[in-house]
Every structure is written in structure tokens, then in C-alpha cells.
């Protein structure tokens, strides 16, 4: 079992910055994809970003790509994602995952989930 916490998360302005953490314990981290989605209120779940356990391979949904960093520290377990010039369109519980070696943008592709952090961009 891997377990997930998301933390960071919380109210900005539009324009704004925010940094999540998502800490795993359980099992070892090793060969993890880590991928953080987001889930707006009646809205489907959606990839944001995701990452492989070496960080040698990068995915990010168009919406974020350019504004948004995924990047992930091995030797504490821990994924992170940066997000910068933040839209109220950014609204939503963001939810890191995990899932064996490759990245995915299915959110059932995905074994383990945090229990998500709000990010909640004020305009």
C-alpha cells in the first residue's frame, strides 16, 4: 500500500502563487508515476500534471503547461507542484495519485489517491 497526503493548498488572488506537497509512505516510492489531478465542483476529475520516478519523463494538460511545475524529491518521498500565474479557473480539490512506472491522464489508471487539498483562486 502507498499512502498519499496532499498539503499546500488554500486561498490566492489570480496571479498568485501556490506550492502543494504530496507526501507517500507505505511501500517504497520506487518506480511510482505521480500524477495530480483536480476536481472542480460538478466537473470531472482532469490530469493537471504527471511525473516518472526518475523525473525523466514530464506530462502536463494544456490548461497548465507553462504555468504549473511538477517535480519530485525521491530521497523524502515527496511530489510537488508548483503553480504560478493562478486563474479562478484554477478552482478545484487537487488530488496527487500513484500508479506503477508510466504516466497517465486516465484518473482510473490510478491505484492510490491523496485525500485531496483546495486550492481556491480568488479573481
Known amino acids: 500500500q502507498v499512502q498519499l497526503v496532499e498539503s499546500g493548498g488554500g486561498l490566492v488572488q489570480a496571479g498568485g502563487s501556490l506550492r502543494l506537497s504530496c507526501a507517500a509512505s507505505g511501500r517504497t516510492f520506487s518506480n511510482y508515476a505521480m500524477g495530480w489531478f483536480r476536481q472542480a465542483p460538478g466537473k470531472e476529475r482532469e490530469f493537471v500534471a504527471g511525473i516518472t520516478w526518475s523525473g525523466g519523463s514530464i506530462d502536463y494538460a494544456d490548461s497548465v503547461q507553462g504555468r504549473f511545475t511538477i517535480s519530485r524529491d525521491n530521497a523524502k518521498n515527496t511530489v510537488y507542484l508548483q503553480m504560478n500565474s493562478l486563474k479562478p479557473e484554477d478552482t478545484a480539490v487537487y488530488y496527487c495519485?500513484?500508479?506503477?512506472?508510466?504516466?497517465?491522464?486516465?484518473?482510473?489508471?490510478?491505484?492510490?489517491w491523496g485525500q485531496g487539498t483546495q486550492v481556491t483562486v480568488s479573481s
Open positions: 495519485a500513484a500508479r506503477r512506472y508510466t504516466i497517465m491522464r486516465i484518473h482510473a489508471a490510478y491505484a492510490y
